[in-house]
């Protein structure tokens, strides 16, 4: 089984919707990332959270926002989708306590298209 | 200034050949670099991670980074078809201990 995971791998949905996008490890890591990904552009960060209790606003947090359920669960909504959020988002995790050496593990993405 | 610069290719390659991509960033105080794969539609892959001056190697890759000059490259040798991709350099930013993705570089091996 994969290690991250993110749900759903496709999403189509109309302008003005609410939706979430959710992702789960099973690598114990205790950080968590949200990034989007635009051709071109790279990967832009959107949310991140630490542990459970600390969540950190990104470079793009506007029109998005993150809950942490557990450890293992980072979830990412889009409160009234426009269609300039069209994009591919990727959850990622790390562990702490590794120092300069943490490095960023990236789960398969979902791909959302808002018409 | 980008925090972290890649030309965007394509790059195209012949097959066997070597193939240097290069990035450059702008934080002096940034200590860790990383290369990440990328394939059309998939998620970003760790390949190499360098944090001192020098080259690193691992099997065909070679990653080298001097960070006098803020610059890190990797090196691909041999070449092969299914080494074509997207190649995306991230470096760490030490306040926030959050990483900088550059756009990446495009890779095309011609068989």
């Known amino acids: 089984d994969a290690d991250v995971t993110q749900t759903p791998r496709n999403r189509i949905t109309k302008t003005g919707k609410r939706i979430m996008l959710e992702c789960s490890q099973t690598k114990g890591h205790d950080r968590m990332y949200w990034y989007r990904q635009d051709p071109g552009l790279g990967l832009q960060l959107i949310y991140y959270?630490?542990?459970?209790?600390?969540?950190n606003k990104g470079e793009i947090s506007d029109g998005y926002s993150v809950s942490r359920q557990a450890q293992a669960k980072f979830s990412l909504s889009l409160e009234s989708a426009i269609p300039n959020q069209t994009a591919l988002y990727f959850c990622?995790?790390?562990?702490?306590?590794?120092?300069?050496?943490?490095?960023?593990?990236f789960g398969p993405g979902t791909r959302l298209l808002v018409l | 200034q980008k925090e972290v610069e890649q030309n965007s290719g394509p790059l195209s390659v012949p097959e066997g050949a070597i193939a240097s991509l290069n990035c450059t960033y702008s934080d002096r105080g940034s200590q860790s670099f990383f290369w990440y794969r990328q394939y059309s539609g998939k998620s970003p892959e760790l390949i190499m991670s360098i944090y001192s001056n020098g080259d690193k190697e691992d099997g065909r890759f070679t990653a080298q980074l001097n960070k006098a000059s803020q610059y890190v490259s990797l090196l691909i040798r041999d070449s092969q078809p299914s080494d074509s991709a997207t190649y995306l350099c991230a470096v760490n930013r030490p306040s926030g201990n959050k990483l900088v993705f550059g756009a990446g570089t495009i890779l095309r091996v011609k068989s």
């Open positions: 959270s630490f542990d459970v209790k600390d969540i």
């Open positions: 990622a995790t790390s562990e702490a306590g590794q120092g300069i050496q943490e490095t960023q593990y």
